[in-house]
C-alpha cells in the first residue's frame, strides 16, 4: 500500500510541473490542470431499517486532474482525472467472512465496529468558472461523475472483548461510480459525492435487501 501512495506523490508533482508549462504556453486557451485534495464527512445512506446511520465517519483523497478546453475564452472545460483515496466508516452494519461467504448482521453488541477501503478514483468533471489567462481568483461550478475502484477493505469489530478482522470480503463492490458537485471560489471549494452503486453485491440482513451507498459531503481544494 505504501508504494502505490509514494507512486501517486511522485505523479502528482510531475505531473503539476508539466501542467504549469502547459498552461504558460496556450494564451488565452490556458488550461487550469489541477492537483485536487479533499476532505469529507462520510455516511451510509440507504441503510437496512435494522441498521442505524453510521457514527462520526470521514474520507480523504488525491489525485490529478487534466483539462480540455472546450471554448475560445477557457471558461467552460472538461476534465479527466486520477487519484486515490481512503474511506473510514464508524457504523453499525456488522460483516464477516466465512467460508468465501459474506455475513450481515447488527453490530449493536459490538464494542467497536469499523470499516476502512482504500480506492483508485477516475473522475471526469464538466466545468465553468469566471477565469481567464490571467485571472487567478474566481468563481467555478464543476459537476460530473467519478468512478472507484476498490484497491482493499477491511471491516473489523469487537465483540465480546473478541477482536474480529476481515479484509476483502467477497461481497463487496469493487467497482462504484457517483455524481460529484463542487462549486466556491478560488482554492475553497464545497464538495458533494453521491454514490450511485450499492457498497455490497446481492446481500441481505434479515430478509432484506443491503442497498447501502456512500454519501460525501466537506472540502475540496484544487491546487494549480
Known sequence: MNSIITFFIVFLIVSSS?????????GDRYAEDQIYASITYAQFNRQPSTVTKSSFSYAISTGFLKDIIL??????SFAVGVGYGFD???HELKVSEINNTTLFDNATNASSNVFKS???EFPLEFRWRTSNAKKYDF????TGIKFLYNISNTFQFTENDIDYKYKNVSAYRKLQYGLTFSAGYTEFNAYLFYGLTPVFENSKINGEDINSTIIKFGLIFYIL
Open 139 to 142: 468563481w467555478r461550478i464543476y
Open 18 to 26: 508539466y501542467a504549469q508549462k502547459d498552461s504558460l504556453q496556450l
Open 71 to 76: 471554448t475560445k475564452k477557457g471558461n467552460i
Open 118 to 120: 482504500h480506492n483508485l
Open 88 to 90: 473510514f466508516f464508524n
